[in-house]
């Protein structure tokens, strides 16, 4: 793509073609969400009075606090299996790799609604889990973990490994195996050249998954609203009450807008870090 | 758009009344929608898209009204009223003698009865069922998961009662010690946000006990084949009203001659049968069989155990409550 966009200089037909999508966001994504952004402004009056409330009011902060911390548990352990998931794929033959991407992928594909329900299944106290252990005797009573922040990171791990496995799948793939076979050939042992040539290298396609897992997980809706009962309350269940149950647009805008500018500095951060476009995939 | 909608709505000769949804849908077809459309010569949409106040209130003040006719909490209607934003009902059209004492206000009129109380799992406590708030809140005697409504109503009055404050002295509201006592439950609170989730809950087992309304309570007792269970005892007697939107498309009288219809002993024991909804014109009450009692709130029997919703303090608090209800629930 970037060879022919620097020998056609006149007309460039990327930008050409993408020139309705971004006339199309600007209209019907840019400018309503500008005037979200201004109802944290100006819903009741015009003032900075909802941002007071976001940084004051306990329910909200404890509300961003919840959100927070299961994010970056979410994040810490999407990481690690993750990172174990793919180290597998990176081992394994051709045939294998293409079975277990496709594994990999179709779960990204089911939708995150289908995913929440079937934890409901499966973490219940009726649920699948629970039955087998209680009918085992194996325990006596079921085990809480459904409606509890346990089963909203369950839920929200389970979503994100595929997002955590895949940039770091890429940077794996980008090393070169000379590097490798010169560390063993230098007398390293395979952990010694895991730990001090294979993992460090690894590292970019970590952060960059790190931080794409923490931005997903701060926006989950309807995996914490299914699996935590009422009781866990991230950022985006909190505004969607605070529009539809109690009218509060303000302090819901400013919470939006709270969001939005940590994703951005998130992704500005990402960005530094690493090509956004090799974390996409656009370059596999 | 909205705008386009209501004046094609005003030149059909069509009458938009708005509810929560679902099945009431069809059923207020059957039993409102349908033969006002005959007696009245225009056709009656009903509409599930639910008559938010915020919706109201934008409709009314950008003068984009496409409601005729809504269902909501009678609180609802004095707050809406008080804000000028509905039409006062028309009581030479609508009878207010029809309802009972109270549930005929300025500009509201009671449409069904609903009671908030306890379903239970039969299983579970089959030798004595729970039957009162302090039940509810008592895990040592009646354990396992309980589902309250994630809001104010019922949740609140019960935690409440529960924490020993006397029925006639519940209002106003003392939410941050309500919030405290719900909490007090820990691991065994489920909070529910729409009723067909704490039916869910239920018919699955995942909670031992659940507060909701008695409609949805009439479903997962049916449909659970009798292990749950549903009481009266102690429940919250709570009233929807008819209100009109201020400047509805289809002009104040209709819209009250609609509401005048659905005063029809008939078609209100149609709607109690299809949906539930207890009836609030007192002529209905012998008409209903013997099988269907279980679920009428109107018995003598079922009305001495209810206590009633104080609608004049939710049109004063409902919001303020609401958002301190949230922030405490959220707050550790």
């Known amino acids: 793509?970037?060879?022919?966009?620097?020998?056609?200089?006149?007309?460039?037909?990327?930008?050409?073609?993408?020139?309705?999508?971004?006339?199309?966001?600007?209209?019907?994504?840019?400018?309503?969400?500008?005037?979200?952004?201004?109802?944290?402004?100006?819903?009741?009056?015009?003032?900075?009075?909802?941002?007071?409330?976001?940084?004051?009011?306990?329910?909200?902060?404890?509300?961003?606090?919840?959100?927070?911390?299961?994010?970056?548990?979410?994040?810490?352990?999407?990481?690690?299996?993750?990172?174990?998931?793919?180290?597998?794929?990176?081992?394994?033959?051709?045939?294998?790799?293409a079975w277990m991407l496709m594994g990999l992928l179709f779960s990204l594909w089911v939708s995150v609604l289908i995913r929440a329900f079937a934890w409901v299944v499966v973490l219940g106290d009726q649920g699948v889990v629970n039955q087998w252990l209680v009918e085992t005797g194996l325990i006596e009573q079921p085990i809480r973990v459904l409606h509890t922040p346990t089963a909203v990171i369950i839920g929200m791990v389970h979503y994100m490994v595929p997002l955590a496995a895949l940039p770091i799948f890429n940077a794996m793939q980008g090393i070169d195996p000379r590097v490798l076979q010169a560390g063993r050939s230098l007398g390293g042992s395979p952990a010694l050249v895991f730990r001090r040539i294979f993992f460090p290298l690894t590292m970019p396609g970590l952060l960059s998954a790190a931080i794409l897992v923490f931005v997903f997980s701060l926006g989950f809706y309807v995996t914490p609203a299914i699996l935590g009962g009422g009781r866990t309350i991230m950022i985006a269940e909190f505004i969607g009450r605070a529009v539809l149950d109690v009218p509060q647009w303000g302090v819901a805008a400013a919470c939006a807008t709270l969001l939005l500018a940590i994703t951005f500095a998130l992704m500005a951060l990402l960005a530094r870090i690493a090509d956004l476009r090799t974390v996409f995939g656009g370059r596999a | 758009?909205?705008?386009?909608?209501?004046?094609?709505?005003?030149?059909?000769?069509?009458?938009?009344?708005?509810?929560?949804?679902?099945?009431?849908?069809?059923?207020?077809?059957?039993?409102?929608?349908?033969?006002?459309?005959?007696?009245?010569?225009?056709?009656?949409?009903?509409?599930?898209?639910?008559?938010?106040?915020?919706?109201?209130?934008?409709?009314?003040?950008?003068?984009?009204?496409?409601?005729?006719?809504?269902?909501?909490?009678?609180?609802?209607?004095?707050?809406?009223?008080?804000?000028?934003?509905?039409?006062?009902?028309?009581?030479?059209?609508?009878?207010?003698?029809?309802?009972?004492?109270?549930?005929?206000?300025?500009?509201?009129?009671?449409?069904?009865?609903?009671?908030?109380?306890?379903?239970?799992?039969?299983?579970?406590?089959?030798?004595?069922?729970?039957?009162?708030?302090?039940?509810?809140?008592?895990?040592?005697?009646?354990?396992?998961?309980?589902?309250?409504?994630?809001?104010?109503?019922?949740?609140?009055?019960?935690?409440?009662?529960?924490?020993?404050?006397?029925?006639?002295?519940?209002?106003?509201?003392?939410?941050?010690?309500?919030?405290?006592?719900?909490?007090?439950?820990?691991?065994?609170?489920?909070?529910?946000?729409?009723?067909?989730?704490?039916?869910?809950?239920?018919?699955?087992?995942?909670?031992?006990?659940?507060?909701?309304?008695?409609?949805?309570?009439?479903?997962?007792?049916?449909?659970?084949?009798?292990?749950?269970?549903?009481?009266?005892?102690?429940?919250?007697?709570?009233a929807g009203a008819w209100m009109v939107p201020k400047g509805n498309p289809a002009g104040a009288v209709i819209a009250n001659q609609f509401i005048a219809s659905t005063q029809d002993p008939d078609r209100q024991l149609q709607l109690f049968l299809l949906h539930g909804s207890g009836p609030t014109n007192p002529a209905v009450e012998p008409l209903i069989p013997t099988d269907r009692q279980a679920f009428n709130p109107n018995t003598a029997a079922h009305r001495a155990v209810q206590f009633r919703r104080d609608d004049q303090w939710y049109a004063e608090k409902y919001e303020e409550a609401s958002i301190m209800f949230r922030d405490l629930i959220a707050a550790r």
């Not at chain 1, 509300?63 to 994010?71: D, F, G, I, P, Q």
């Not at chain 2, 898209?49 to 269902?71: F, H």
């Not at chain 2, 934003?85 to 609903?114: C, H, M, N, Q, W």
């Open chain 1, 1 to 97: 793509m970037s060879e022919v966009a620097r020998t056609s200089r006149r007309i460039d037909p990327a930008q050409a073609l993408v020139a309705p999508l971004a006339l199309g966001l600007l209209l019907l994504f840019i400018v309503p969400l500008l005037r979200v952004l201004w109802l944290g402004f100006s819903e009741p009056a015009f003032g900075l009075q909802n941002y007071v409330t976001v940084a004051t009011s306990p329910g909200v902060r404890a509300m961003l606090w919840t959100t927070a911390w299961l994010s970056g548990v979410t994040t810490v352990l999407a990481l690690i299996t993750g990172y174990a998931f793919a180290l597998a794929l990176f081992c394994a033959g051709p045939t294998q790799r």
């Open chain 2, 1 to 238: 758009m909205a705008g386009w909608t209501g004046r094609a709505q005003a030149r059909a000769r069509e009458l938009v009344v708005v509810n929560w949804g679902g099945a009431a849908v069809k059923n207020y077809e059957i039993a409102y929608g349908k033969p006002f459309s005959k007696s009245a010569n225009l056709d009656v949409v009903i509409d599930g898209s639910g008559p938010l106040p915020g919706r109201i209130k934008a409709m009314v003040e950008s003068r984009q009204v496409v409601w005729d006719v809504c269902d909501a909490d009678l609180f609802t209607a004095m707050k809406l009223g008080a804000a000028g934003l509905l039409e006062p009902i028309d009581y030479s059209i609508v009878d207010r003698t029809k309802v009972e004492p109270g549930y005929a206000v300025e500009f509201g009129i009671a449409s069904y009865i609903y009671s908030w109380g306890l379903a239970y799992d039969a299983k579970l406590f089959a030798q004595t069922p729970p039957v009162t708030a302090t039940d509810i809140f008592d895990t040592k005697k009646f354990p396992g998961k309980r589902a309250l409504y994630n809001g104010v109503q019922s949740t609140c009055e019960l935690a409440l009662l529960a924490d020993g404050v006397a029925p006639e002295s519940l209002y106003p509201l003392d939410i941050a010690r309500a919030v405290k006592k719900v909490k007090s439950l820990g691991r065994n609170l489920v909070l529910w946000s729409r009723d067909a989730e704490a039916q869910r809950l239920l018919q699955q087992g995942e909670v031992a006990l659940a507060v909701l309304g008695h409609p949805r309570a009439s479903l997962a007792v049916r449909d659970s084949g009798g292990r749950v269970q549903f009481t009266f005892n102690g429940s919250m007697r709570s």
